[in-house]
C-alpha cells in the first residue's frame, strides 16, 4: 500500500523559516553587547511546531539555549536531537526528576526543599543537574522570595553543591508594558541575584526580559532575554515596524453555492441569511481551533486576494460569504491570517483585536494537531 501521500490535512499552517531567521537575525543585532537571546518554544512553540522551529533555530551559534514550559517538552526536544541547553521555566515535580537528569534538561528551582530531593536523585544518577533559580519579584506564581526564604535556599544549594550546579537566576515581568511595575520586579530580581552572589553561589546568567518588555524597555535585558511572540510576530499595539509575520493557516473551499435570503448555516439555525449569498463551505471548523468568538463577529478571511467574513461554524467545517470573488470555486485556496499564496496578506495581530486577544500567538497555539504544521 501507498503511504507516501503528502499532505492530507483539510488545513495547513505554513511557517515561513527564510522569514522566521530574518527575524532571529533582527531580534540578534537589537541586542546589547553581551546579551543571548533565549528562544521560547513552549507550547509546541506557541502552536508553530515546537521541533520544527528548535531545528530551525538550532542552526544559529549564538543561541546555546532554548526555553520550555515542562519536562515533557524539554525530552520531546532531547529525543529529537536538540542538543543546544534546555531550561524549563515551570515547576518541575519529583516524578520528572529522573528523565530530566538524565535529559540533561536544566530545571528551575522554585521552591524550598527541592534542592535537596534532585540532590538525592542525582547522586542515585551519579551525574549532576544544572539549575537556575526562580525569584519571586511580582507574579506571585512561582519563586523564592529574596531575604529570608532565600537564605534558606542558599543553604540547601551549598549542602547540595556536588550535585546541583547553579547557572543562573530569574524571573518573570508580571506586567510587562508597565515601567513601574518593571522597574521595581528588575531591582528586586538583582537585589535577589545579588543575595546569591554574597553567599557564594555562582549566577553565571540573570535574565527577566521577554518579548514585549525586550520591545519597550531595552534597559531590562542584562544577560539574557526570553523571546517568544516576537519571534513570529511583531508588538500587537506598538509595533517597530522590524519583525515580519512568519505563518499562515491556509485551507481550501469544499462547496460553493448561491445561497438566499431566509436560508439558515449550521446546526439549529444559527445564522440566517439576510440577501442572497454565495456560500462557500471550508473543511475547518472549532475541531480545528478555528475560534468561534471570529466567527460570531464575522472576521475577515481571504478568498481570491479579496476579504470575505466569516459566517458560521461547527466542529469541522465553516461557512464564508464569497459573494465578492468572481468564479469561486471548489479547492480554492481560503487563508485565516497570514499570507495567501499570491502575496496578499491579512494579520494575524489584526484577527487577534478582533476578538480582544492580545496577540496573535493566541490564534495560533489554540490549532490543534490535524492542523499540519508545514516548514519552509
Known amino acids: ?3 507516501t501521500y503528502g499532505v492530507l490535512n483539510n488545513s495547513s499552517l505554513i511557517i515561513d523559516t527564510d522569514k522566521l531567521r530574518e527575524n532571529v537575525r533582527t531580534i540578534l543585532r537589537s541586542l546589547p553587547a553581551g546579551t543571548k537571546l533565549i528562544p521560547v518554544v513552549k507550547d509546541d512553540a506557541y502552536g508553530m511546531g515546537m521541533v520544527g522551529v528548535a531545528r530551525t533555530l538550532s542552526a544559529f551559534p549564538e543561541i546555546g539555549c532554548f526555553a520550555v514550559a515542562n519536562v515533557s517538552e524539554g525530552v520531546t526536544l532531547r529525543r529529537e536531537g536538540i542538543r543546544q541547553d534546555i531550561l524549563i521555566m515551570g515547576s518541575t515535580l519529583p516524578f520528572q526528576y529522573v528523565p530530566a537528569v538524565e535529559c540533561d534538561l536544566t530545571v528551575t528551582v522554585s521552591r524550598l526543599g527541592m534542592v535537596p530531593e534532585l540532590a538525592e536523585v542525582c547522586k542515585a544518577q551519579s551525574k549532576p543537574l544544572n539549575v537556575q ?64 552572589k554574597a553567599a557564594g553561589i555562582p549566577v553565571p546568567m540573570c535574565h527577566i526580559s521577554a518579548s514585549e518588555s525586550s520591545e519597550l524597555f531595552p534597559q531590562y535585558a542584562l544577560d539574557a532575554v526570553r523571546i517568544g511572540r516576537r519571534l513570529y510576530m511583531d508588538h500587537p499595539k506598538k509595533p517597530l ?16 453555492k448561491q445561497r438566499h435570503a431566509g436560508d439558515s448555516l449550521a ?50 467545517q465553516c461557512f464564508v460569504d464569497v459573494t ?49 504544521r508545514v516548514f519552509h
Not at 171 to 191: D, I, M, R, T
Not at 242 to 251: C, D, G, K, T
Not at 280 to 294: M, P, Q, S
Open 1 to 3: 500500500m501507498n503511504t
Open 133 to 196: 533559580i526562580k525569584l519571586e519579584t511580582g507574579m506571585h506564581r512561582i519563586g523564592v522570595e529574596p531575604g529570608e526564604e532565600l537564605a534558606v535556599l542558599i543553604g540547601e544549594l551549598k549542602a547540595a553543591q556536588e550535585w546541583v550546579h547553579v547557572t543562573g537566576a530569574f524571573s518573570h515581568f508580571a506586567w510587562p508594558g508597565n515601567a513601574e511595575v518593571c522597574e521595581a520586579q528588575y531591582k528586586k530580581l538583582l537585589a535577589g541575584a545579588e543575595q546569591l
Open 241 to 256: 515596524g522590524n519583525i515580519q509575520e512568519v505563518v499562515s493557516w491556509r485551507s481550501y473551499l469544499t462547496n460553493v
Open 267 to 316: 446546526y439549529f439555525g444559527k445564522y440566517v441569511l439576510d440577501k442572497d449569498t454565495v456560500v462557500a463551505t471550508v473543511g475547518v471548523g472549532y475541531g480545528d481551533g478555528l475560534n468561534e468568538k471570529l466567527v460570531a463577529c464575522h472576521a475577515p478571511v481571504l478568498v481570491g486576494g479579496k476579504r470575505c467574513p466569516l459566517l458560521a461554524c461547527c466542529m469541522d
Open 324 to 372: 465578492g470573488v468572481e468564479d469561486a470555486k471548489v479547492g480554492d485556496e481560503i487563508t485565516f491570517f497570514g499570507y495567501d499564496s499570491d502575496g496578499n496578506f491579512l494579520s494575524s495581530q489584526e484577527t487577534a483585536n478582533l476578538i480582544g486577544d492580545d496577540e496573535g500567538c493566541g490564534l495560533t497555539s489554540a490549532l490543534m494537531h490535524r492542523v499540519a
